[in-house]
């Protein structure tokens, strides 16, 4: 990713939509809207990163086709930021729980998609009043459990892991504050309780980092520094304290997205390299973490496309999506038995987004569905986002199950979650 050029374009972006808000309404939140339906297979939810308070989050109600209805929005407290994900970031709207275990994952591709997955918990980031957001979930209805400090500036990254929460305070708006990474204790009822001894600095002061995230056995917690091409490591206590940082070069340039690869190889994981690859290009690398210690298995794998910089992984570890956010692209890899990767296409585009996007954000639902956030924050003239989507085949290919033109998103809209 061209990160100078990316940032001048969010600060152009920012200044004429505050000029055009007036004309155009882009300036105001989403309204609500009804669509009720009992019998969802899945829901889809959208961080709207409102830019004054209260941020609120759009809830998509998935049929068994894999097609949306929208179900409507609902506030979470807190406020968004434009600022604070200038550059990106992955993980700002986070699911946990459901009948099939507390985790964000979704079910296994192979499995019957019977809406099981009722209950559980989203946490969203409020980058614009250092908050974060917990609210519970029933069938795709939302209640706010409350809104809690995140301790530090700007945060825009959070994960979660049978009880831990652990955020990512980039502090990409405040030059005067430090980024770190803090973690809280989840009690019963959502409330967050900060862990002592689990506030901790990042490589510098200001790494402009992607994303923070568990291991599955929650030993360790990583972190994506793009500036620097570092991943930084951490012991995670049983206390969930956490120790000083490791850091370890990365082998793409500019490593951002990140997800394990889950129940297959959950010490396997992949990372987004958004500058990986030849003439401009991205790829994407995978990793072994490893009794403390991060090996990768190859090379990075260039997709031949812009800009890669989200990830996610199949739940039965066959298959890896990255967006192409200047691209108008998806990549997927396919995930070999030692846990190298390939491209499942020639060319790197798997999948693609309506041209005038930026593809962002992904979320898998069912197992089955892989769903984008399309940014057009970036536009000459910024435009409202919407969302793509595909269902997945068993070759790892994607077919369309979404029209973007339907789907109409706060041009703010920074984080998707999905179940």
């Given at each position: 990713m061209r990160l100078t050029s990316f940032r001048a374009r969010v600060a152009y972006a920012a200044v004429a939509l505050l000029l055009a808000a007036?004309?155009?309404g882009l300036g105001t939140s989403l309204q609500a809207a009804a669509a009720p339906?009992?019998?969802?297979?899945g829901h889809v939810y959208v961080l709207n990163n409102n830019l004054t308070g209260p941020n609120s989050i759009t809830v998509f109600n998935r049929k068994s086709d894999g097609s949306l209805v929208m179900a409507g929005t609902t506030d979470i407290g807190?406020?968004?930021?434009?600022?604070?994900?200038?550059?990106?970031?992955?993980?700002?709207?986070?699911?946990t729980g459901g009948s099939a275990g507390d985790d964000d994952q979704p079910v296994a591709t192979d499995t019957p998609d019977n809406g099981t997955r009722r209950g559980g918990r989203l946490f969203a980031a409020d980058a614009g009043s250092d908050q974060i957001s917990v609210v519970d979930v029933h069938d795709g209805r939302l209640t706010l459990v409350g809104v809690f400090p995140s301790g530090g500036s700007g945060p825009v990254s959070l994960t979660y892991e049978d009880g831990l929460l652990y955020v990512l305070n980039a502090a990409n708006a405040n030059p005067a504050v430090a980024a770190n990474v803090t973690g809280f204790r989840v009690d019963a009822q959502g409330a967050l309780h900060p862990i002592a001894g689990s506030t901790r600095p990042l490589s510098a002061a200001h790494p402009n980092p992607a994303q923070v995230l568990l291991d599955p056995y929650?030993?360790?917690?990583?972190?994506?520094?793009?500036?620097?091409?570092?991943?930084d490591l951490y012991r995670v206590g049983h206390d969930g304290s956490l120790s000083a940082p490791a850091t370890i070069a990365s082998v793409g340039a500019i490593p951002f997205g990140m997800a394990f690869d889950r129940p297959e190889r959950p010490s396997e994981f992949i990372v987004a390299d958004a500058a990986g690859g030849a003439n401009g290009t991205g790829a994407a690398t995978a990793y072994r973490l490893q009794n403390g210690t991060i090996h990768a298995l190859g090379p990075a794998v260039p997709d031949h496309q812009i800009a890669p910089c989200w990830m996610v992984i199949t739940p039965n570890g066959r298959y890896a999506y990255t967006s192409n956010a200047d691209s108008q692209t998806i990549s997927g890899y396919r995930i070999e038995h030692d846990g190298t990767i390939t491209l499942l296409t020639a060319n790197g585009a798997t999948g693609t987004t309506p041209p005038d996007t930026f593809p962002l954000e992904e979320a898998l639902s069912g197992g089955r569905y892989l769903y984008v956030l399309d940014s057009r924050l970036l536009l000459p003239v910024p435009g409202p986002a919407t969302l793509s989507g595909w269902r997945?085949?068993?070759?790892?290919?994607?077919?369309?199950?979404?029209?973007?033109?339907?789907?109409?998103?706060?041009?703010?809209?920074?984080g998707l979650a999905a179940d």
């Open positions: 007036p004309a155009t339906d009992g019998h969802s297979a807190g406020m968004g930021s434009l600022a604070a994900f200038s550059n990106g970031t992955q993980g700002s709207l986070i699911r929650r030993r360790y917690l990583l972190v994506t520094e793009k500036d620097t091409n570092l991943i997945i085949g068993a070759d790892g290919s994607l077919t369309s199950v979404v029209d973007p033109a339907q789907i109409v998103l706060p041009f703010t809209a920074i």
